[in-house]
């Protein structure tokens, strides 16, 4: 049984981040471990979540108390979200050395909440700044929207060709959503020599923790050895169908079947 890290937050009364990732991965057969950076009782986008924050000496707690569980040592993914504090990024990064040192097959997927287009900045400013500085480079996969990966690079991203070039700026593999397409939503998967890229219909409306689930579903196809081309295909199928269903939280559905499964998915080399 693959085993899955999963260091983002816990929101109870929705279907997103940590949460939403370690229920979709238990589904596909790992074993996860949610270390939760904040404790919420909804989407903050909802109005006030209740909760809050996990200290910082509680979060690094957990990290310290997991690595002496020895599951850190089994681990095969790692997937780091959403932070509240600098203090959290730093425990994050002692998680992803200790992981690459141990099992440097491991995948460390780097999600870099910051914000989005919409709203912009909805991190503290400071673990905004410590999140590029301690984990990009950490990462072997980064999974940044198309707005955070502007404000990592500095470069304006207005197409697919805009967003290949940031990517690639950052050095290594990056799977980017929320890509401009036309009329269509892309996500580019690419590294230093290839360079995929999936669209399918924009929705006026979308649920909270599509980025998550994406990530999640990428994360799990790379690490049960799929192609980047043919999980990038496939993640985006699944993502566009349960977004087709119209689910106001992701987790309120099981996997897509019959024709919703069909939403019409283009995926092209570039």
């Known amino acids: 049984m693959p085993v899955a890290l999963i260091l983002s937050s816990h929101v109870a009364g929705s279907g997103v981040g940590g949460g939403l990732q370690s229920a979709v991965l238990t589904r596909l057969g790992f074993r996860t471990a949610l270390l939760p950076t904040v404790l919420f009782g909804r989407h ?69 909440i910051l914000g989005d287009e919409d709203r912009g900045l909805y991190v503290a400013q400071a673990a905004a700044e410590a999140l590029p500085r301690e984990l990009v480079p950490r990462a072997s996969l980064l999974a940044p929207n198309a707005w955070e990966l502007e404000r990592l690079t500095g470069m304006r991203i207005a197409d697919a060709a805009g967003a290949l070039a940031a990517a690639r700026s950052l050095g290594r593999p990056v799977l980017v959503s929320s890509v401009p397409a036309g009329s269509k939503t892309g996500v580019l998967w690419a590294n230093a020599t290839d360079a995929w890229l999936a669209t399918h219909p924009r929705l006026e409306r979308v649920p909270k923790g599509t980025g998550d689930l994406l990530a999640a579903l990428f994360a799990a196809g790379l690490v049960e050895g799929g192609a980047p081309e043919a999980v990038l295909g496939s993640s985006v199928g699944e993502l566009a169908a349960r977004l087709a269903k119209g689910p106001e939280d992701l987790l309120d559905d099981g996997p897509a079947t019959g024709e919703v499964r069909d939403a019409p998915v283009t995926v092209q080399r570039l």
């Open 44 to 112: 903050p986008g909802l109005g006030p979540p209740g909760g809050g924050a996990v200290s910082d000496a509680v979060f690094a707690g957990q990290v310290e108390g997991l690595i002496a569980s020895g599951l850190a040592d089994r681990a095969d993914l790692v997937i780091t979200g959403y932070f509240a504090s600098p203090g959290q990024v730093m425990a994050a990064a002692s998680l992803l050395d200790h992981v690459a040192a141990r099992r440097p097959e491991a995948l460390r997927l780097v999600d870099p």
